[in-house]
């Protein structure tokens, strides 16, 4: 069974950088079956897809987002990360990393969630 679990700081002063990693464990970031993205959940609100990183290293962002992340991986240890810079107290948020079915609406793994406090 996969797990993904991130890592990476709660708290981070605003204009500089939010870099979270993803550890995925019991599956292969490099399967075709399955993209790998970031999702958050600001306080009070719904859930906004962030981006994604394919199997084979290709990324597509939120257009609302995509000036400010990136999403990269390092295959060899199984990780994807997200950066998001300059942040500013809106991205306050509890971020996942997910697994998805391409094609479908189906983000079928989550991690646990980081809290993310923007702040000074």
């Known amino acids: 069974q996969v797990e993904l679990q991130e890592s990476g700081p709660g708290l981070v002063k605003p204009s500089q950088m939010l870099s979270l990693t993803c550890t995925v464990s019991?599956?292969?970031?490099?399967?075709?079956?399955?993209?790998w993205n970031w999702i958050r959940q600001p306080p009070g609100k719904g859930l906004e897809w962030m981006g994604v990183?394919?199997?084979?290293?290709?990324?597509y962002y939120s257009p609302s987002l995509k000036s400010r992340t990136s999403i990269s991986r390092d295959t060899s240890k199984n990780q994807f990360s997200l950066q998001l810079t300059p942040v500013t107290p809106d991205d306050t948020a509890v971020y996942y990393c997910t697994r998805k079915v391409p094609g479908t609406a189906d983000f079928d793994s989550w991690s646990r969630g980081t809290q993310v406090t923007v702040s000074s």
């Open positions: 019991g599956g292969s970031i490099t399967s075709s079956d399955y993209s």
């Open positions: 990183i394919t199997y084979d290293g290709r990324t």
